[in-house]
C-alpha cells in the first residue's frame, strides 16, 4: 500500500485563511441546522412537553442503541421555503438494537408533524435510502397529516409513502410505525401499512376520519378514543400489535421488535481495527481555498480521509486532471474518483470509464469526490470527440452496480454533475460540503452567456442593443444563479442527503458504507473491462 | 508430629491456618457447612468434610462431625481457630480420646479459664490484680450490694455476646435475663458473671506463649480498646498507653497467669488499663486472638507455627524466649455492615475484592471476588494490618490501603476505619472504649464529595463498554451527530440520591453536566474499566467495574456504589389495569369475585365455557374488582366486558 504524504504546510498564513473562510461557512451551515433542530421553536415545544410527550429527537435519542452513531438526512429540507427548515420530519439511518434502521420521525411541533411537499421529498427519499440499501424502517409518528393549502402538490404522490412501505415489506424490509400521536386519515395507513405497529395508551389516534368527519359523514357521534385509541386497536381492531403504556414503553417494544428481526447484514464485514488517516481531518479547512474557481489536490483530502492515509492510485500518469485509486474507509474497501484540477478531458473520461469498470469486477463501492467544470469545450475537444467520451462515463456510471457515494467538495457543473455520479445517477448517498456550488454552469459563465446570446439575437434581428440593461439583466441573472446553486439551495431541494462539515468526511463514509453494506455488494457483469 | 492438620473453623482464620500449616509441610483438611461450599478456605485445604447444614449448632458447633471428619481424612491433629470449639474442653478432651492431637492448652487450662470466676479466684491467688465481681449461675438470686456500675456477661465464652453495663440495681433483672439469654444460644451456657466496671478503660492484652516444658513467656501487650458493640474493630501492638515500665508490669502479671494454670501453647491474658495505669485482669482467652497478627508483625514471629511446634512437644525456641518488638502494627476488622444504620450486617455478593499490596500491609481475608457474604456468621470479611516503623506511619499506610481498596457489592465499616486511621485523637493515642462514643461524626457519612465526578466516570465507562461491544459502526465516534440534538443520558441511584449524567462528545470536548448542572471535565481517556478526567486542572483515574446491574467507582477521592437506572422500565412492572373482556362467546359458569374484592393478579375472577372449554378470565393485576357485570349462567358475547380491576393509585 502506498502511503499518501502531504504537502500542506498547517503553519502557512494560506491554511489559516483558508480555515477562517471554512469556519464562517460552516457556522452559517451551524446555524440553519439549529433551525432544524428547533423545529417549531421554544413554545411549541414546551406545550408538547406539557402534554406528556417528548420532542422526536429525544425519542429518536431512546430509540438509538446508547453512543451509538447517527447521520441525519436532509436537514435543510425546504430551506429557502416558506417552510420551517427541516421540513418537520426527521430522517436518517442509526443504529437500534445493533441493526442500522432507516429512522422517519415526525416533528410534532412543526404545525402538529403536518406534511408539505418538502417532507413527502424527504420522507420518500428516505424510504428510497432504505429500499436501496436494505434497511429496516422505524416510523416515529405524530403527525396531523397533509398540510391542506399544499394539497395540490401532496395529495398525488404522498400514495408512494403506502406503496414504498408495503413494496419493503415484500422485499424482506421490515418496517415498524410506533405511534405517539396522531395518525390520521392518510396517516393511519403508516401504521396500516407498517408489519409492526406500536400504539401509546391515550395517546396514539389512528382513523380514517376523526370526530367531526364522521359526524359529518354520517351523524354518528362518536370520540378519539373509540374512533382509534391505542386500547381499541390492541383489543379490537388488531391494527396495533403491541399496547405501549407511554412513549418510553412504545420505545422499549420498538427496540425489542427489531431485535427479534435477527437482522444478518449481506454485504461483506469490513476490516476490523482499520487505521485512522495519519494526517488531522482538521486540516481540511485548511486545504479548501475560498474561491471555487482555484483548484486544490484531492488527494490531501484522501490523506486525511483513508484509512491510514493508504492510496494506490490507478493511472497516476494519465488523465491526471482526475485521480482515481483503491482505498478503504473504516475497513471497507473502495474505488476513488476525485477531481482535481476541475476539467473533465477525453483522458479523463476514459480513465474514469475503466476504472468503474474495474471496481464493478471486483465488487468495490466507489466514492465520488467531485470539484468538477464540467467537461472540456472548444474545437480540438469536440473534433477529438468529447461528446463519445464523456458518454462512455456517464453509461459506465449509469450502469455500474456496485454502491456509489458522492461527495460534492467544491463545484459540480455541466454534465461533470453526470459523470460524477450527481444525483440522477442514484448514488445511494450524496453530501455536499457547505461551501460547495451546483448548477448547470457558473453564475457568471451563465449570465455572460444570456448577454451573448441577446446580443446576437439583437443583432440578427436588427435592433438596437440596450447595454445598460444588458448590463442590469446580466448581474441580476448572476445574482440569482449564484444563490441558486448555493448548497443550501440545492440541499433544501433534497438533491442531495445533507451537507456535511468536512471534518466529518470520514465518519459520514463510513458510515454510509456500513449501511450500503446491509445490502450485498455485487458489481455489474456480462462484458470485460473495456480498454477505452 | 503432625502430618495432617484438620482445621475445625472457616473464613480467614482456617485459611490463615492452612497457609502457615502447607507452608510447614503439613497436609490439611478442611471441615465446611452449605454456605461456605464455594469459600476460599475449603479450595486451599488438601481435603474437605461437609458439615451438613448452616447454623453453627449444626455444623462448626458438632464436635462429633469434626471428630469424624479427622477420622475419615485420617487427620492426626486438630486446630480450633478461634470461636466455634476452640474453648471447648469437652472438645479438647474427645480430640484426645479420639487420638488427635488438640492444637491449644490442655482441656483442664482451657476448663479452668472458661469459667470466668474459678480464673478470677486463680489469678488472685497467684497475685495477678483482678476486679471485684460475682458468678451467677442459672436460678440464683439476684446480688443486691453491689456497686454500680457493673457488667453483666456470659461466664463462659467471649466476643463480648451478652454484654451488658448496669448502672443501678432496677436495671440488673432485665439484663441479667438478656445476657443469660444470648449467653445460653451462643455458648450453650446461660452462667452469667458480674463485675466492676471500669469507666472508658483500656482494653489491654497480653499475648502469652508456654510449652509443655514448664516455660511460659509474653510477647508483649496488644490494645484493643475501639470496639462497637463490645466487638474489637481496630487492634494494635504496642499500645500507646503502655510504657516500658508498665510492659514489664503486665508482662510478669501475664506469665505468673500463664504458669497459674500451667499453660501451653499460644494464649491472651486480658487486663482492664485504668487512666492511673492500675490493670485488672479480665480473663484468659486460651486460643489464638482474632488479632493476633499485630504480634507477629511487631515480632515476626508465625503464631500459628509456634502452636503446631509446641503442640509436637518441642521446647520454645530462642527466637521466641528473646522477642523483641520492631516497629509498630495496626490491624482494623472489615465488616459486612451498615455503620450509620447500627452497624447492621451487610449481606451479598461481594463482586470484587481487592486490597491493594501496599508494602507492610497483611490482608488476612475470609473472602474472595464472588463471594457471598451470608448471614449465618459473623460478618467480619477481612483483617487488614499494617506494619511500619512507627505508628503513625502504620496508620497512614493501613488507610490508604483501606481507602483505595476495591470492595464492590456488599457495604462495610471500610470509611469509619479510615475515618478512625485518620482522626487526630487516635493518632494522638487516645484510643481508650470511650474513643468511639465521642466520635459520632465518623459513624454517619458525611456528604459524598466527588459523588458527582464518580457518576460521570461511571457513564464514560459505560460508554467506552457500549462502543467496544457495538455490532456494527464499533469504529466510529461515540454518540456522532451531523446535526445537534439531545445528549446522551444515564441515570445512577446512590442510597436515596438519583443522579442523571447528561454528556455529548463535541468537536471542542466532552459537554458534561450532572442534574443539569455543568461539570468543567475534560476527558483524557475512556475503558470500560477505567475513565481518566481532568476536574477543574486536577487529572484523576477512576476504576469502574459493573456486576449486576450495579455500577462501583473506586477514585483518589472516595469509592461510589450506584446502582444502574434502567432506560426502560421493567414491562412486567407496567402491567395495564383495566376492562376484563369475554375472549370469545360463552356460558358464565362461575363467578370466582365479588365487586369491592380485593384481588391478586393471576386471580381467576370469571370462568366461561364455550365450545366444550373452560376458559378462566384472570385478574390482570393487584387491584379491587370495581364494576362486575355477569353472574353465573349469563350468556355473554365477544368482547362483553365481564369485570374491571383497578389498581389501587
Not at chain 1, 405524530?142 to 403506502?162: H, M, N, Y
Not at chain 2, 488438601?46 to 458447633?61: F, H, K, M, N, Q
Not at chain 2, 483515574?541 to 450495579?550: C, E, K, L, M, V
Request: aromatic fraction near 6%; include cysteine.
Amino acid at each position: 500500500m502506498a502511503v499518501l504524504t502531504s504537502l500542506l504546510d498547517p503553519s502557512s498564513e494560506t491554511f489559516a485563511s483558508n480555515r477562517k473562510q471554512q469556519l464562517e461557512v460552516i457556522a452559517q451551515l451551524d446555524e440553519q441546522l439549529e433551525l432544524a433542530v428547533a423545529g417549531g421553536g421554544e413554545r411549541y415545544t414546551q406545550r408538547h412537553r406539557d402534554r406528556g410527550k417528548l420532542p422526536v429527537r429525544e425519542r429518536l435519542t431512546l430509540l438509538l442503541d446508547p453512543d451509538s452513531p447517527f447521520l441525519e438526512l436532509s436537514p435543510l429540507a425546504a430551506w429557502g421555503t416558506e417552510f420551517t427548515v427541516g421540513a418537520s420530519v426527521l430522517t436518517g439511518i442509526g443504529v437500534v438494537s445493533g441493526v442500522e434502521c432507516v429512522i422517519i420521525g415526525h416533528d410534532p411541533t412543526v404545525r402538529g408533524g403536518a406534511m408539505n411537499p418538502y417532507s413527502l421529498r424527504k420522507t420518500l427519499r428516505a424510504l428510497e435510502i432504505a429500499r436501496l440499501n436494505r434497511l429496516p424502517v422505524i416510523n416515529l409518528v405524530e403527525s396531523g397529516g397533509a398540510d391542506l393549502p399544499t394539497q395540490a402538490d401532496l395529495f398525488v404522490p404522498a400514495g408512494r409513502i403506502f406503496h414504498e412501505l408495503t413494496e419493503l415489506s415484500s422485499m424482506a424490509i421490515p418496517t415498524v410505525a410506533l405511534v405517539f400521536g396522531n395518525s390520521t386519515a392518510g396517516g393511519a395507513y403508516v401504521p396500516g401499512m407498517c408489519d409492526y405497529a406500536v400504539l401509546v395508551d391515550r395517546a396514539a389516534k389512528v382513523f380514517l376520519g376523526g370526530p367531526p368527519l364522521v359526524k359529518m359523514a354520517t351523524g354518528e357521534t362518536a370520540d378519539d378514543e373509540s374512533l382509534g385509541g391505542a386500547e381499541m386497536h390492541s383489543r379490537v381492531s388488531g391494527l396495533s400489535d403491541y399496547f405501549a403504556t407511554d412513549e418510553r414503553d412504545a420505545i422499549r417494544l420498538g427496540r425489542e421488535i427489531v431485535s427479534r428481526f435477527h437482522w444478518r447484514k449481506l454485504g461483506p464485514p469490513p476490516a476490523e481495527n482499520a487505521a485512522p488517516p495519519r494526517y488531522d481531518p482538521e486540516e481540511i479547512l485548511g486545504l479548501l481555498p475560498p474561491d471555487p474557481k482555484v483548484p486544490f489536490d484531492p488527494r490531501e483530502v484522501l490523506a486525511r480521509t483513508v484509512d491510514g492515509s493508504e492510496f494506490d492510485e490507478y493511472k497516476p500518469l494519465y488523465g491526471t486532471s482526475l485521480v482515481t485509486g483503491w482505498a478503504s474507509v473504516h475497513g471497507y474497501p473502495v474505488g476513488v474518483l476525485a477531481n482535481h484540477r476541475g476539467v473533465l478531458f477525453s483522458e479523463e473520461a476514459k480513465k474514469a470509464s475503466e476504472f468503474i469498470l474495474l471496481a464493478n469486477q471486483t465488487d468495490t463501492p466507489l466514492i465520488f469526490l467531485q470539484n468538477t467544470t464540467g467537461y472540456m469545450v472548444g474545437t480540438d475537444y469536440e473534433q477529438g470527440g468529447i461528446i463519445k467520451d464523456g458518454a462512455k462515463m456517464i453509461n459506465a456510471v449509469t450502469n455500474s452496480a456496485v454502491p456509489h457515494l458522492t461527495i460534492n467538495m467544491a463545484s459540480s457543473f455541466g454534465a461533470g454533475n453526470y459523470g460524477m455520479s450527481g444525483r440522477a445517477y442514484d448514488p445511494r448517498l450524496m453530501f455536499a460540503w457547505p461551501g460547495a456550488k451546483l448548477a448547470v454552469m457558473g453564475a457568471a459563465q451563465l449570465a455572460g452567456v444570456m448577454s451573448i446570446v441577446g446580443r446576437a439575437s439583437a443583432q440578427s434581428q436588427g435592433k438596437p442593443f440596450d447595454e445598460e440593461a444588458d448590463a442590469a439583466r446580466t448581474r441580476a441573472i448572476e445574482a440569482q444563479i449564484e444563490a441558486e446553486s448555493h448548497s443550501f439551495f440545492i440541499s433544501g431541494k433534497l438533491y442531495d442527503d445533507g451537507i456535511v462539515d468536512p471534518r466529518d468526511t470520514r465518519t459520514v463514509l463510513g458510515l454510509s458504507l456500513s449501511a450500503v453494506h446491509s445490502n450485498p455488494v455485487a458489481g455489474r457483469r456480462g462484458y470485460g473491462t473495456f480498454r477505452m | 508430629m503432625i502430618t495432617k492438620l484438620l482445621v475445625a473453623n472457616r473464613g480467614e482464620i482456617a485459611a490463615r491456618v492452612m497457609r502457615t500449616a502447607q507452608a510447614l509441610g503439613i497436609d490439611t483438611v478442611a471441615v465446611y457447612s452449605d454456605p461456605d461450599a464455594d469459600a476460599p478456605f475449603v479450595a486451599l485445604a488438601d481435603e474437605a468434610v461437609r458439615l451438613p447444614g448452616a447454623s453453627p449448632t449444626d455444623t462448626y458447633l458438632r464436635a462429633d462431625l469434626v471428630i469424624a471428619a479427622a477420622r475419615a481424612t485420617g487427620a492426626d491433629a486438630v486446630h480450633p481457630g478461634y470461636g466455634f470449639l476452640s474453648e471447648n474442653a469437652g472438645f479438647a478432651r474427645d480430640c484426645a480420646a479420639a487420638g488427635l492431637t488438640f492444637v491449644g492448652p490442655t482441656p483442664d487450662a482451657i476448663a479452668s479459664m472458661g469459667s470466668k470466676l474459678e480464673a478470677k479466684a486463680m489469678m488472685d491467688a497467684a497475685g495477678v490484680p483482678v476486679l471485684p465481681g460475682a458468678f451467677l449461675p442459672e436460678g440464683a438470686d439476684l446480688p443486691t450490694d453491689l456497686d454500680f456500675p457493673v457488667l453483666v456477661k456470659a461466664a463462659f465464652g467471649g466476643g463480648g455476646r451478652g454484654m451488658r453495663i448496669v448502672r443501678r440495681q432496677s436495671d440488673l433483672a432485665d439484663a441479667v435475663e438478656g445476657a443469660r439469654r444470648e449467653a445460653a444460644s451462643a455458648f450453650g451456657d446461660g452462667t452469667v458473671f458480674l463485675e466492676r466496671y471500669v469507666e472508658d478503660p483500656r482494653h489491654v492484652e497480653v499475648q502469652i506463649v508456654g510449652d509443655s516444658h514448664g516455660e511460659v513467656v509474653h510477647l508483649f501487650e496488644r490494645e484493643c480498646s475501639i470496639q462497637r458493640r463490645y466487638q474489637k474493630i481496630v487492634e494494635e501492638s504496642p499500645s500507646p498507653a503502655v510504657d516500658a515500665t508498665l510492659r514489664a508490669e503486665l508482662g510478669a502479671a501475664a506469665v505468673a497467669a500463664g504458669k497459674a494454670i500451667g499453660y501451653t501453647g499460644a494464649g491472651t491474658v486480658e487486663f482492664v488499663l485504668d487512666r492511673d495505669g492500675s490493670f485488672f485482669f479480665l480473663e484468659v482467652n486460651t486460643r489464638l486472638q482474632v488479632e493476633h497478627p499485630v504480634t507477629e508483625l511487631v515480632t515476626g514471629l508465625d503464631l500459628v507455627a509456634l502452636q503446631l511446634r509446641v503442640a509436637e512437644g518441642h521446647p520454645l525456641p530462642p527466637e521466641v524466649t528473646g522477642a523483641r518488638i520492631d516497629g509498630h502494627a495496626i490491624e482494623v476488622r472489615l465488616y459486612a455492615e451498615d455503620v450509620p444504620a447500627g452497624y447492621l450486617p451487610a449481606t451479598g455478593t461481594l463482586h470484587r475484592f481487592a486490597i491493594p499490596a501496599l508494602p507492610g500491609v497483611r490482608v488476612d481475608a475470609g473472602v474472595t471476588d464472588g463471594s457471598v457474604v451470608s448471614p449465618h456468621y459473623d460478618p467480619m470479611l477481612a483483617k487488614v494490618i499494617a506494619h511500619g516503623p512507627t505508628r503513625t506511619e502504620a496508620a497512614r499506610t493501613l488507610a490508604r490501603a483501606l481507602a483505595q481498596a476495591g470492595i464492590h457489592g456488599v457495604t462495610t465499616n471500610r470509611d469509619l476505619l479510615v475515618g478512625i486511621l485518620r482522626d487526630d485523637e487516635f493518632l494522638a493515642g487516645g484510643t481508650d472504649t470511650g474513643y468511639l462514643p465521642r466520635h459520632p461524626e465518623l459513624l454517619t457519612p458525611g456528604a459524598p464529595a466527588g459523588e458527582q465526578v464518580r457518576a460521570v466516570a461511571a457513564a464514560l465507562a459505560a460508554q467506552a463498554q457500549h462502543r467496544a461491544e457495538a455490532r456494527v459502526l464499533p469504529d466510529l465516534p461515540s454518540g456522532w451527530r451531523n446535526v445537534g440534538g439531545p445528549p446522551q443520558t444515564v441515570g445512577y441511584r446512590s442510597d436515596d440520591r438519583t443522579l442523571e449524567v447528561a454528556y455529548s462528545f463535541r468537536r471542542s470536548g466532552l459537554d458534561v453536566a450532572v442534574d443539569g448542572e455543568p461539570l468543567d471535565v475534560a476527558l483524557v481517556s475512556a475503558s470500560p474499566a477505567e475513565v481518566v478526567l481532568t476536574l477543574d486542572g486536577v487529572r484523576r483515574t477512576y476504576r469502574i467495574h459493573r456486576a449486576a446491574g450495579r455500577t462501583f467507582v473506586d477514585g483518589p477521592d472516595g469509592s461510589s456504589a450506584f446502582d444502574d437506572v434502567p432506560r426502560f422500565a421493567d414491562p412486567n412492572a407496567v402491567a395495564h389495569a383495566g376492562s376484563l373482556l369475554a375472549p370469545m362467546p360463552g356460558t358464565v359458569v362461575r363467578v370466582l369475585a365479588a365487586s369491592g374484592d380485593t384481588v391478586a393478579a393471576g386471580a381467576a375472577l370469571v370462568v366461561l365455557e364455550a365450545m366444550k372449554m373452560e376458559h378462566t378470565v384472570a385478574a390482570p393485576v393487584d387491584g379491587v374488582v370495581t364494576e362486575l357485570h355477569v353472574s353465573a349462567g349469563d350468556q355473554v358475547e365477544t368482547r362483553q366486558v365481564l369485570a374491571v380491576v383497578e389498581e389501587p393509585s
